[in-house]
């Protein structure tokens, strides 16, 4: 699209739509407060550019800023607006840049907003980047989680954590069936009888382990038969759909500004919320189309066969080894002293590899 191409709706079904265009065009033509809810994941800030289009870190919170105030405005009081937005590196130097937080704090203290609660999802199938730290210098860890910011007009938008209960831990279910005795803890919290009452599920953290492995999706293959490019930055659909579930209504309307391949919209159309999904590259709304081709939207796959129980599916579990796993007492060796600024030469066992 140009500058001058005014927004015009791209793909409809029954609920929702697909509007090709800048969100700012598009909202400037709605009621203020008549959005239920915003999720979205923006272009990040990121040092390099990338094809679907990003601001540099440094130039990014002032660029979000005009949709933030568009947020505010078309969002009604008890709504929600919920931002997936990852880190990124100071270019040539391994510290991280703070544009999120930046990015948060001015619609927080600029724009009014308040921060219901911040999310971090966890991608536990994370390529160990940025190479250069990770890999060659051996000086960071790997980057595998991206902050939510879950922001509302008010401090009381609605929500429900009843909707987004997840199954008791093993231990947790052991401590049910063989019951427990009210005490107070070490740390001070008293633990009433009440927390052995067998409720049926437990109330989730705000850690969101979700793996990004999509590869052989509907939509993938229609992009493939369709000779287009995927979108190379969307995130799965457990994501959009753990808060649409928790902060919205059957009707409720729901807006993504910064679409992508609409994985929103398709989370919407199956949880029968009306939704809009904005974007300004037209090759990425024609792969979207596939997301309500075939009949019917993708359902999160629970369990592999019918068979089987989600819940004892040790599938459907992504675990994290417990801290100190391999500390087993053998030599650490030194470390360097320059924190890595000299990139080591290549070993005998590094050619080899």
């Keep these: 699209m140009t500058d001058t191409d005014k927004p015009q709706t791209y793909f409809k079904t029954k609920l929702g739509s697909m509007v090709l265009g800048d969100a700012l065009d598009v909202m400037a033509k709605w009621k203020a407060s008549s959005i239920d809810l915003i999720v979205t994941s923006p272009p990040f800030g990121l040092v390099r550019k990338k094809d679907y289009g990003n601001k540099a870190a440094n130039e990014y919170v002032e660029w979000f800023k005009q949709f933030g105030e568009e947020f505010k405005r078309v969002l009604k009081d008890d709504g929600s607006l919920v931002i997936d937005i990852g880190g990124s590196w100071i270019p040539g130097q391994p510290t991280r840049s703070l544009y999120h937080f930046k990015l948060l704090i001015m619609l927080c203290d600029e724009l009014g907003f308040n921060l219901a609660q911040e999310f971090y999802w966890w991608n536990p199938s994370k390529l160990p980047t940025p190479a250069e730290?990770?890999?060659?210098?051996?000086?960071?860890?790997?980057?595998?989680?991206?902050?939510?910011?879950?922001?509302?007009?008010?401090?009381?938008?609605?929500?429900?954590?009843?909707?987004?209960?997840?199954?008791?831990?093993?231990?947790?279910?052991?401590?049910?069936?063989?019951?427990?005795?009210?005490?107070?803890?070490?740390?001070?919290?008293?633990?009433?009888?009440?927390?052995?009452?067998?409720?049926?599920?437990?109330?989730?953290?705000?850690?969101?382990?979700?793996?990004?492995?999509?590869?052989?999706?509907?939509?993938?293959?229609?992009?493939?038969?369709?000779?287009?490019?995927?979108?190379?930055?969307?995130?799965?659909?457990?994501?959009?759909?753990?808060?649409?579930?928790m902060l919205s209504d059957k009707s409720d309307k729901v807006l993504d500004p910064f679409a992508g391949s609409c994985v929103t919209g398709e989370v919407c159309e199956r949880l029968k919320r009306k939704w809009t999904c904005v974007e300004l590259v037209e090759e990425y709304l024609q792969g979207a189309k596939g997301r309500f081709m075939n009949g019917q939207v993708t359902k999160v796959k629970n369990g592999e066969g019918k068979d089987k129980d989600p819940v004892e599916d040790s599938s459907n579990y992504y675990r994290i080894p417990r801290t100190g796993i391999l500390w087993n007492g053998q030599d650490e060796g030194s470390l360097v002293e320059d924190g890595g600024q000299a990139r080591p030469s290549k070993t005998k066992s590094d050619e080899e590899s």
């Design 133 to 245: 730290w990770v890999n060659i210098r051996r000086v960071r860890v790997k980057d595998a989680v991206n902050c939510v910011w879950w922001l509302s007009p008010t401090p009381w938008p609605k929500a429900s954590n009843r909707r987004i209960l997840q199954p008791y831990s093993p231990s947790m279910r052991v401590l049910l069936k063989n019951g427990y005795q009210a005490k107070k803890r070490p740390s001070g919290h008293d633990i009433s009888t009440k927390f052995s009452i067998d409720n049926g599920a437990a109330i989730p953290p705000n850690l969101l382990a979700v793996a990004n492995t999509e590869s052989n999706s509907y939509y993938l293959r229609y992009c493939k038969e369709q000779g287009l490019k995927p979108h190379p930055a969307r995130f799965p659909a457990e994501v959009p759909e753990f808060f649409i579930r």
